[in-house]
């Protein structure tokens, strides 16, 4: 089947370490996306890229970090910067750069305790 | 930079009333994206604009595309309990950069 996979799908880090979210897609798509999604406050966008070893800083870039070796590929790193990592976090990938519609993954809840 | 902006954050809606929400762009936009995400959920692709003025129905729900390619509209009429969830909007402009409004999250009242 097609589609875009996030694991896992619940994840518990102490605070100050490092935690890596992981973002797979075959379905082809040049664009993906990293969305943070808090209670009212919609999705914001984290970071983005249309292919790879390129990625642009979103508007909350801050405290994350992201790669982009492989086309189907796009793990994201919530660093100990990140002063309030708990959240839910979606990744999303479109055929040509938002052109055309978003596929989104199931989501990461992230909880730093 | 790019904002995209959704109101009402909240809609409580008796069933078989009808509501709108609204999105608005700081920019002028490529196209504008809806989706809906049920609860627990993750967004669904639901229909884009890209033409200005553009109006597209599904069935109960309207969306429609303003003039000047800034601002955009859903409307659902006739509401059932299988409208429940958050609805977002969400713009591009320039670049692949698909931003999303905070979204309008609906309840209903049998």
């Known amino acids: 089947d097609g589609g875009i996979t996030q694991s896992p799908k619940y994840l518990f880090r102490k605070e100050g370490q490092n935690v890596t979210l992981s973002c797979e897609q075959n379905l082809n798509h040049d664009a993906m996306y990293w969305y943070r999604q808090d209670p009212g406050q919609g999705l914001r966008l984290i970071y983005y890229?249309?292919?790879?070893?390129?990625?642009q800083k979103g508007d909350i870039a801050e405290g994350y970090s992201v790669s982009r070796e492989k086309k189907e590929s796009f793990p994201l790193t919530v660093t100990s910067a990140q002063k309030n990592p708990t959240a839910f976090y979606l990744c999303a990938s479109s055929i040509d750069g938002g052109r055309t519609e978003a596929f989104f993954g199931q989501g990461t809840r992230l909880t730093v305790v | 930079g790019q904002q995209v902006m959704q109101i009402p954050q909240y809609q409580h809606v008796q069933e078989g009333e009808d509501f709108t929400t609204y999105c608005n762009s700081s920019t002028t936009l490529s196209n504008i994206q809806w989706y809906k995400q049920r609860p627990g959920g993750h967004p669904v692709f639901l229909i884009q604009l890209v033409k200005s003025g553009e109006v597209k129905k599904q069935k109960r729900l309207t969306f429609q595309f303003g003039e000047a390619k800034k601002n955009s509209s859903l409307h659902i009429t006739a509401t059932q309990t299988t409208d429940v969830g958050t609805y977002f909007c969400?713009?591009?402009?320039?670049?692949?950069?698909?931003?999303f409004g905070a979204g309008t999250t609906v309840t209903v009242r049998a």
């Open positions: 890229s249309q292919i790879v070893n390129d990625f």
């Open positions: 969400a713009g591009r402009s320039n670049d692949y950069k698909l931003s």
